[in-house]
C-alpha cells in the first residue's frame, strides 16, 4: 500500500502486496517458538503407528495373508474371500520386501482412516443436523479436497517435521471431507417419517440419532469410510516425500532413480491394496437387507464355527423362505 | 379442574397453525382481517394448515376427523402429541396444557400415555416386529423382560403371532400397518392417535384391519382421534365426525347428525352419496301422531305396522313392504309418531327435513 504515487490502474495487482505470503511465513516462527508443545504429542502419535506397523509386520505373512482372507470372507462373502486372497498372493509374489512395505502402508492407512473416523463421524452428525454448522463447512471441505497436497505439505512439516505424524495428518487432510460429506448425506437421508414415528414414541433427540438415524445411515456412513480408506491409499506417494516409508517409499525412490522395475512393485503393491481394502469395506457397506436380514456372526467364517461348535440353537432362517405370505 | 375437563381427554382450545417465517403476523392478519388461505400464501408466504380448531374427545370415544387431502388433518392431530407447536391456542389432554410441559415430561407422556399409527405405517426398517412394538419401551427404559411380554400380548392381540422375528420388508403392506397398531398399543396408553391408518391398503384388507381395530377398540375402550379421508370408513368407526375443509372444523357431530343435517352444501355434497339405511332412524323421520292426524284426520291404528324410535330405516323397510298402512312409532306402547311410505322414501333419498322431524 505504500506505493500509493505508482499506483497503476492498468495493473492494479502488482503494487498491492497484501502480505498473505508474510503472514503464512509467520506460521512457521510460531512453530518454532512452540516446539516443546508440539514434539511431546507428536512423539505419542508416532509411536502409536510404529506400534501398529511393528505389530502388523510381526505377524508372519502366511498368518496374516489367512486372516485377512477370514476378515473378507466375514465382511463380504467367500467370492471376495477367494479375490483378497489371491490379490494378496500377487502382491507377495512381486517382490521379497513388497509384503513387508505393504504392512508399513497399511499401518499408515489404519492409523490416518481410524482418526478420520474419529474426528468425521461427529462432523458429520453436526453438520446433518444443523443447516448454517453444514453451509459453513462445506467450502472448507471443498478446499480440502481441491487444494495441491504441496501448498499444506510444507506448513505440516514446519509444524511437526518430517515423518509418520506429519504423513498421516497430510493424508487426513486429503481423505477426511468424503466421512463428513455422506455421514451427513446418510443422516439426512433417513426417512424423516420413521424419525417422526420415533419422536411420537418418545425417543430423545440422542436416542432417536442411535437408535434410528445412525443404524439408517450405516450403508452410507460405511460407503464414506470406503472412500476415505481409497483417498488415505492415493496419497501414500505424496506422504513419502516427508520420510514416511512404505510402498509410497518405493515408488518416490523409483523415479529418482528412473528405475522402471521398483516403480512397478511399488505401484502395483498399492493398487493391489486399494483392491483388498476396498472389496472389504464395501462388503461391511452392504445394508441388512441386502444381506438377507442376518446379523453380521450369523454368515461367514464365524457363523460357520459357531454353528459347528455351539448347540444345536435355530438361527433366523434366510430371506428367502421368510418371504411374506399375501395376507388372507 | 372443571366437570368438562375431567370428561374430555384431550381438548382442543382455538387452535392455529401457520407455516412459514411469518406466521405470527399472518394470524394476526388472518385474525383480524379474515384473509383466506390463497391471500395468506400470497401476502405472507404462509401456509395456513389449521384455522380456530376447537373440539373435545371425550373418555372412551371414538373422534374421527374427516377431510379431503390438504385440508389439515394430518397438522391438526400433530398437535395432539405436540409433534407439531400451535401458532395460537392450546390443547389439554386430561386437563394438562401440553404445551406448557418440559421436553422430559412431553417425552414421558408421548411414549406411556399416546400411542400413534401412521398412514406411511412408518416402521423401523432395521428392526424386527417385536423390536419395533416394544420400541416406546425402550426408550423409556424398560427391561427386555417386561417390554418383550407386553409387546408379544400386542402382537397377539394384532393376530401376529410367529411373526415377531421378521423384518417389516418381509411382510405385507396389511400385516405392517398390524405391526403399527400393535407397536401404537403395546405401551397401553389409553389415547390412540390415528392418521389415516388404513388409507393405504386395498379395499378387502382395510375392511380386515377395520375389524380388528373396532374388536380390540370395544375391548380396550381407548379414547381415540382417528383421521380419514374416506366418509364410509368415519362412519363405520366413528361415535362423533368432524369434517374438516381448509383448515377449519365445519361441522362436529354423530354420523346421523352430519348425514342429517349438513352444515353447509360442502358437508351435503359429501354425504349425498352416503346410503341412510343404517344410520337414520324412525324417531328422525316420523311425522308426530297430532300433526298427522290434523292432515289426515283420526287414523285407526290397528294393523299398523309398529316400530320402536331408534330402529333403522333399513328395519322401517322391512316393515313396510308387507303392508299398505303408515308404520306407527311407539315408545312404552304409546303411539308418538307415523312414518309414511312418502316419508320413508323421502328418508332414504335425503330429504328428512321436508315431513318435520320430531323434537
Ligand atoms: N411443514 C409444513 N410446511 C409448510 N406447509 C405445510 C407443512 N405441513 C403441511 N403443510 C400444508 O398444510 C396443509 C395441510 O396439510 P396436511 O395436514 O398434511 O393435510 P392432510 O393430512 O389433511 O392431507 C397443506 O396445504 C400442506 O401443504
Ligand atoms: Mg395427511
Known amino acids: 500500500m505504500e506505493n500509493e504515487e505508482t499506483f497503476n490502474w492498468l495493473d492494479p495487482f502488482s503494487s498491492v502486496d497484501l502480505g498473505i505470503a508474510d503472514s503464512a511465513d509467520g506460521v512457521k516462527q510460531w512453530a518454532i517458538s512452540n516446539r516443546d508443545v508440539i514434539q511431546p504429542i507428536k512423539q505419542v502419535f508416532n509411536e502409536l503407528v510404529v506400534a501398529i506397523d511393528t505389530s502388523l509386520n510381526a505377524v508372519p505373512p502366511t498368518l496374516m495373508l489367512i486372516l485377512l482372507v477370514l476378515i473378507a470372507w466375514q465382511a463380504a462373502g467367500s467370492r471376495t474371500a477367494i479375490i483378497v486372497g489371491v490379490a494378496l498372493t500377487c502382491l507377495g509374489l512381486l517382490s521379497p520386501d513388497a509384503w513387508g512395505l505393504a504392512m508399513t502402508t497399511l499401518a499408515i492407512v489404519i492409523a490416518a482412516v481410524v482418526v478420520c473416523f474419529v474426528i468425521g463421524l461427529p462432523l458429520g452428525i453436526l453438520a446433518a443436523k444443523n443447516d448454517t454448522f453444514e453451509k459453513m463447512l462445506r467450502p472448507v471441505l471443498d478446499t480440502m479436497q481441491t487444494i495441491p497436497a504441496f501448498v499444506y505439505l510444507v506448513p505440516v512439516v514446519m509444524l511437526v517435521g518430517i515423518g509418520n505424524v506429519s504423513g498421516v495428518i497430510v493424508t487426513i487432510i486429503f481423505a477426511l471431507p468424503p466421512l463428513i460429506r455422506l455421514t451427513s448425506l446418510g443422516i439426512r437421508g433417513v426417512n424423516p417419517s420413521v424419525v417422526e414415528a420415533a419422536r411420537a414414541f418418545g425417543a430423545s433427540p440422542r436416542q432417536i440419532l442411535f437408535k434410528v438415524e445412525l443404524p439408517l445411515a450405516t450403508p452410507t456412513i460405511l460407503a464414506g469410510v470406503n472412500q476415505t480408506i481409497m483417498l488415505s491409499l492415493s496419497m501414500v506417494v505424496i506422504a513419502s516425500m516427508i520420510s514416511v516409508k512404505g510402498l509410497g517409499n518405493e515408488v518416490l525412490r523409483a523415479m529418482g532413480r528412473l528405475d522402471a522395475g521398483k516403480a512397478i512393485v511399488g505401484g502395483l503393491g498399492i493398487v493391489i491394496l486399494a483392491i483388498v481394502l476396498d472389496r472389504i469395506s464395501q462388503g461391511m457397506g452392504q445394508s441388512g437387507r441386502e444381506r438377507g436380514h442376518r446379523h453380521w456372526w450369523q454368515g461367514g467364517p464365524v457363523g460357520l464355527a459357531l454353528r459347528m461348535t455351539g448347540p444345536k440353537n435355530e438361527t433366523t432362517p434366510p430371506a428367502a423362505q421368510a418371504t411374506a405370505k399375501p395376507e388372507t | ?359
Open chain 2, 1 to 359: 379442574m372443571t366437570k368438562e375437563t375431567d370428561e374430555a381427554v384431550i381438548r382442543c382450545d382455538g387452535v392455529w397453525k401457520i407455516f412459514g417465517g411469518r406466521a405470527d403476523q399472518a394470524l394476526q392478519a388472518v385474525q383480524q382481517q379474515g384473509l383466506s388461505k390463497e391471500e395468506t400464501r400470497d401476502q405472507y408466504d404462509c401456509v395456513v394448515g389449521v384455522r380456530d380448531a376447537s373440539f373435545e374427545v371425550r373418555r372412551g370415544e371414538i373422534f374421527c376427523i374427516m377431510g379431503l387431502s390438504g385440508s389439515g388433518k394430518s397438522t391438526l392431530i400433530r398437535h395432539i402429541n405436540r409433534l407439531i407447536e400451535p401458532t395460537a391456542g392450546a390443547i389439554y389432554i386430561e386437563g394438562r396444557n401440553i404445551n406448557e410441559m418440559s421436553q422430559k415430561d412431553l417425552r414421558q407422556l408421548r411414549a406411556e400415555k399416546i400411542g400413534m399409527v401412521f398412514q406411511s405405517m412408518a416402521l423401523m426398517p432395521h428392526r424386527t416386529v417385536l423390536e419395533n412394538v416394544a420400541f416406546s419401551q425402550e426408550v423409556r427404559g424398560h427391561s427386555v423382560k417386561e417390554r418383550n411380554a407386553n409387546a408379544m400380548r400386542a402382537i397377539h392381540s394384532v393376530e401376529l403371532d410367529g411373526w415377531e422375528s421378521k423384518y417389516p420388508d418381509e411382510l405385507s403392506g396389511g400385516m405392517q400397518q398390524r405391526v403399527g397398531l400393535a407397536r401404537a398399543i403395546a405401551a397401553d396408553p389409553s389415547i390412540l392417535l390415528m392418521d389415516e391408518p388404513f388409507s393405504a391398503l386395498d379395499p378387502l384388507i382395510r375392511r380386515q384391519l377395520q375389524d380388528t381395530f373396532m374388536a380390540l377398540s370395544a375391548e380396550m375402550k381407548k379414547t381415540t382421534l382417528f383421521i380419514t379421508h374416506d366418509l364410509d370408513e368415519a362412519i363405520r368407526i366413528g361415535d362423533r365426525i368432524a369434517i374438516m375443509k381448509d383448515g377449519v372444523l365445519v361441522q362436529i357431530g354423530t354420523p346421523e347428525d352430519i348425514v342429517t343435517n349438513p352444515a353447509d352444501d360442502y358437508v351435503a355434497d359429501f354425504v349425498a352419496g352416503i346410503s341412510k339405511l343404517e344410520l337414520v332412524s324412525a324417531g328422525k323421520i316420523m311425522e308426530p301422531v297430532a300433526s298427522y292426524e290434523q292432515r289426515r284426520g283420526n287414523a285407526d291404528m290397528t294393523g299398523w305396522p309398529e316400530a320402536h324410535p331408534e330402529q333403522s330405516l333399513d328395519d322401517l323397510l322391512n316393515l313396510s313392504i308387507a303392508t299398505q298402512h303408515p308404520i306407527v312409532v311407539k315408545i312404552d306402547g304409546r303411539p308418538l309418531g307415523v312414518v309414511t311410505k312418502n316419508a320413508l322414501l323421502r328418508g332414504i333419498k335425503g330429504g328428512a327435513d321436508d315431513t318435520g322431524a320430531a323434537a
